[in-house]
């Protein structure tokens, strides 16, 4: 029988950028993962698709799984013969319960290791500018549970703390917030002594109060902060302004849904998540290359026959290449074919297969494609044209007023889906949601079909190119234009739509 192994791992606070490499690499091999209420949605996407996932952090009530009953969980999952990852928030001994959960795993001698976490009680001050320690300020820093265990009374030995005259970070602590600050001042800190309050830190929807442990309370209800939250007291809270680096990342705060297909998120996402914004991945659309798609077999049987091949997107390049390498046919199917194609996206594709365009129309649409080629296009020449089955007639329309000899090939579809449409409809209802994402017209599509008759009047979108602006516009929404066809562009003019 395989042998189970645990490892109990820290997640960090929840940016995914702070899990360990070591956490990322173990965490890919996971078959269970039993996971905490403080895990970050962006650190459960990383979990395997087959992996069984098992959410020990659910309230029920207000009565968590037991700790007893998670040892358990991971005691039998192992003897089991599983590769079990026991994920929790933060570092796993820092106020984590690690010790506990190993404790039975030992007894009954079943493999483990420990893989150390980003706690939150330094991350969450360093995301909200303030450094643990600071040579000016103080020289130690002290990390202090607000909860009592069960049964127990909290017992924060304050005058020991006030001798320090350290920075002082208290976990679990919101709760009992009063307490602990009529025990400071008590214990002989001065009233004006900085204080702080990070929630949800190194998250996109992290808030944080500066005051001073005389005013930190009342701020505390009057701004309704809640847990997970970390409380900072210290000098060093007052250079929170000057190194607020994190929440002034210049898309801080805003959430920008991005409509693509699920294999083409990642990076429009990705470098939205750099500038610091909340992405809502909402795959619209989704597309499916063609199958026994007999006409375009045929066509491949005989492609250097034709004078030219155009492509009008990176999907039909990919379909295109990845059907001739099925058939073991190489570059030289298309030695002497002349290749044309629409968008940056589409040339790129067609490089990554060793081709270099020989023509791109400045404007990147198919009328302007069609317009391009007639004029190239020598006596007796011969044009296939690769598209999607919704695409539109703009370049048969130019080839049949020009009496251009063309074939058409349909290479894949794009389907409208509508997978979570409610979570977004609310999104924009209560005006939250405030920009989305369009990299073409078919998303656009998509969008709207999934939209239903909401009112989209709120938001703004960013469309990628004419074509989609177009689309954008036939469907009254808002919209701005990137100045060139890149994502990176799309993600400047949202950065300069943002500043309003
Ligand atoms: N092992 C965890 C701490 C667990 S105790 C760690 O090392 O971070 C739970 C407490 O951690 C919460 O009550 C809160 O005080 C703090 N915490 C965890 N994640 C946090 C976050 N993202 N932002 C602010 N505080 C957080």
Redesign the pocket.
Known sequence: MKKGFVALI?AG??DKGLLTVKAAEMLAKAEVVVYDR?VSDDILKLIPPNAQKINVGKENKHHPVKQEEINEILLQKALEGYFVIRL?????F???RGGEELELLIENNVQYEVVP?I???IA?PCYAGIPATHRDYCSSFHIITGHAKAGGELAIPFRALAELKGTLVF????SSLQYIMDGLMEAGFNKNTPAAI??????QNQRKLIATVGTLEQQAKDKQIK????IVVGEVCKLSNSFDWFMNKPLFGKKVLVTRPKAALGTIAQKLYEQGAETIEYPCIEVISIQNNESFYNACKHLNEYGWILFTSKNGVDIFFDYLKSKRLDARAIANVKIAAVGRQTEKALEERGIFCDFTPEIFDGEHLAKGIAKLLKKNEKVLICDGLKASDDIVNVFNENNIEFDRVHLYDTLYTSENNEMVKELIYKGELKYVTFTSASTVEGFVKSMGDIDTHSLTAICIGNQTAKAAKRYNINYVVSDEATIESMIDKLVEVSKG
Do not use: C, Q
């Open positions: 820290g606070p929840g403080l929790k928030g933060g570092d796993p820092v106020f984590g976490g706690t939150s009680a969450a976990l679990m602590g919101i990070v929630e949800n830190g190194t998250r847990s997970p939250a970390v």
